[in-house]
């Protein structure tokens, strides 16, 4: 009897393997039932996710501007960017990840509107410290309470998520594992991390970065001094640059909304080149009024762009494990726009920043042929599978992962 228990549970075993095999890169079918209970247990992750993280992310961004504390933020900064890339994509499926990227990095810009709150603090006296120390104080105690809160809000995986019902959490991990695989499971090998080194695909979505965090970098650091060279006085520059802030926050968030539909290439050309226009008219033209307003209209396509591009990168790895590293190696090469910007931004070149307007421009055009460079290949690489299909049945889940986009049910999102 033992036997024949083993062997139908061996039987049963066998045959969940087998349905799981043709599940991997699949969309899978719902009945309405089922679809009532996703939308209630993605409900449930948003409120549960997105603002401890949205929190997180704040803080980061907020802390980055203490001069004192750059190379401490620097090293934080360049595991936590893409680890949150990759954490969301734990969650969530492919189709559902813009959005949510789009709302998380609204923190970004929402930071330069927070940073001016700080100023208060200058207000509040403590002890013999200057004016300016308590900034520095009650700004990192905001932080060290959310990163506090956080160890116990933050949940590792969906199979671990007890604010899900078992229904709702058998449903959400079906569906990622179809769509990405489950985070819990996946592993990164040494494999991987050649595989991932070796894909051309990857260094060319890493390049696409640096246009848009050259931008980044120009607006939050040096954004002020461009601001004075209009002729304005130091503290007016400080807080009129806060405009392309308030700007990007409500275009990062309304984007989480809107073009949702529209290939990801294009909605990436589309504000790149919007954003040349803007930074053309910031530039070369000489009216300070109308050049103020260019730059706060600036922030509409650049803020917009930033989770747009990030998101076109991780939809297309093709499993948590490759993710992972793509998003490291796409933060790594924009974080060299940082390096480059201050050099080209000087007191000895200004008012005019010819170097630095040049080398703008320069990288939005590499921008632009390497977007389209990307579609082409893309659209290219999904009609060879199209008409070349490959049964992998006998593969595990597993061993179908580690094939990560090279999974021939695997489809680029354009």
């Known amino acids: 009897m033992d036997n024949l228990g083993k062997k139908e549970r061996g039987s049963q075993s066998s045959l969940r393997d087998q349905k799981d095999k043709y599940d991997v890169n699949k969309v899978i079918a719902l009945t309405t039932e089922e679809e009532s209970i ?10 549960r996710i997105l603002p401890i993280m949205y929190l997180l992310y704040l803080s980061g961004a907020m802390d980055r501007s203490n001069v004192g504390a750059a ?4 090293l934080v900064e360049s595991g936590f960017t893409p680890g949150m890339i990759t954490y969301l994509g734990y969650w969530y499926t492919r189709e559902e990840l813009g959005p949510r990227m789009s709302v998380m990095f609204s923190a970004l810009p929402a930071s330069g509107i927070v940073n001016l709150l700080y100023g208060a603090f200058v207000l509040i006296r403590v002890g013999n410290l200057a004016p300016y120390q308590p900034i520095f104080i009650f700004g990192g105690m905001i932080t ?13 995986y969906p ?15 079906k569906r990622i594992n179809a769509s990405q695989g489950s985070a819990e499971k996946s592993r990164i090998t040494i494999r991987t991390i050649l595989g991932t080194i070796l894909d051309w695909k990857v260094w060319v979505f890493a390049l696409l970065n640096l246009s848009r965090s050259y931008i980044l970098y120009v607006m939050g650091f040096v954004g002020p001094s461009i601001i004075k060279s209009f002729g304005f006085s130091s503290a007016t520059s400080t807080f009129l640059s806060s405009l392309v802030s308030i700007t990007g926050t409500v275009s990062a968030i309304a984007f989480a909304f809107l073009f949702q539909s529209t290939p990801y290439f294009i909605r990436v050309l589309t504000l ?24 706060s209209i600036l922030g509409i396509p650049l803020y917009a762009a ?10 297309n790895a093709g499993s948590t494990q490759k993710r992972a590293l793509k998003s490291a190696l796409f933060v790594m090469i924009g974080s060299v726009a940082g390096i480059i910007s201050p050099y080209l931004f000087t007191t000895a070149t200004a008012p005019e920043y010819t170097s630095g307007y040049a080398f703008a421009f320069g990288l939005y055009g590499v921008s632009v042929v390497l977007t389209l460079l990307l579609a082409f290949s893309l659209n290219r690489m999904n009609k060879n599978k199209d008409m070349n ?3 992998v049945s006998h593969l595990s889940p597993e061993e179908q992962r580690a094939m990560h986009d090279y999974h021939p049910n695997f489809r680029y999102m354009l």
Do not use: H
């Open 38 to 47: 996703i939308k209630k247990a993605r409900r449930k992750i948003d409120i």
């Open 71 to 74: 190379m401490v933020n620097g």
């Open 144 to 156: 060290f309470i959310v990163a506090i809160a956080s160890i116990f809000v933050i949940k590792d």
């Open 159 to 173: 199979e671990r998520a007890k604010f899900l019902t078992s229904t709702e959490q058998s449903l959400v991990i």
């Open 272 to 295: 790149d080149i919007l954003s040349v226009g803007c930074f053309a008219v910031v530039a070369y033209t000489r009216n300070k009024v109308l050049r103020l307003v260019f730059i």
């Open 306 to 315: 930033i989770p747009t591009a990030m998101s076109w990168m991780s939809v």
């Open 389 to 391: 299909p490959q049964d």
